[in-house]
């Protein structure tokens, strides 16, 4: 048997180092007592190395949705009153706050929101149109798509307004609700674009957008479908 502290060859089977006296039992027991740790280290290692790349994960989703929502590709969902930690709630509103800043003119970041009251809103519209002079242009609303099924998002085009011109647009349900109002200012060439995102708990049916500026005004329908696996 081989000795590990002296390197002298020894019978099979003894116990002691015919050499050095080394206990080959206790050489067993060290080498054994060992193993279980370096299994431990090896568990711990892959579980830090799952947390890291989880982190990470995270991270990334994080900022995609962060650069998303900053430029008004997707919308911040509103917030809810409970079922989060008290800190978290609270970035989430700011957070919310500031794209509706961002995003003012893009369909749902308005001043004008759907929180606002109808009324107001309706009242505002109806005195511009009491106020607005007679139509020095002939624009033109065009939307792509033209229809689409609910939860879509439509691309407005305003066109041929009068230069720099300052548009308010509204949209309507079907049944002539008012939804919501964005106040819009035209280039140079007349042209503004914005978008409208139609939730999944709206009515489906025709839309209608009306537009109207300084001396000119403009409306369009819309339709939006219901989803066909619903």
Avoid at 1 to 10: F, K, P
Avoid at 33 to 51: D, E, G, H, R, Y
Avoid at 209 to 223: H, M, P, T, V
């Amino acid at each position: 048997m081989y000795c590990r502290n002296c390197g002298h060859e020894n019978p099979k089977h003894v116990r002691l180092c015919v050499e050095c006296g080394a206990d080959f039992q206790m050489s067993t027991d060290k080498v054994d007592n060992q193993v279980p740790k370096v299994i431990k280290t090896t568990f711990a290692s892959c579980l830090i190395n799952l947390l890291s790349y989880s982190i990470l994960l995270v991270l990334i989703l994080s900022t995609i949705a962060f650069v998303a929502g900053f430029s008004c590709v997707i919308e911040i969902p509103k917030p809810p009153e409970s079922g989060f930690p008290e800190k978290i709630l609270n970035i989430w509103i700011d957070l919310e706050k500031k794209q509706d800043e961002k995003c003012t003119g893009t369909g749902y970041g308005d001043d004008l929101s759907r929180s606002t009251t109808k009324k107001d809103i309706q009242d505002l519209v109806d005195s511009k149109n009491e106020n607005s002079e007679a139509i020095c242009e002939d624009p033109k609303i065009i939307f792509e798509p033209e229809n689409g099924l609910i939860g879509s998002t439509f691309i407005i085009n305003l066109e041929d307004f009068s230069a720099n011109d300052l548009i308010e647009a509204c949209w309507y349900f079907p049944d002539q609700t008012l939804i919501n109002c964005a106040d819009l200012k035209a280039n140079e060439r007349g042209f503004i674009q914005t978008k409208f995102w139609s939730e999944p708990d709206d009515p489906t049916g025709v839309y209608s957008i009306k537009a109207i500026g300084k001396c000119s005004q403009a409306e369009k329908d819309f339709e939006v479908l219901p989803n066909p696996n619903d």
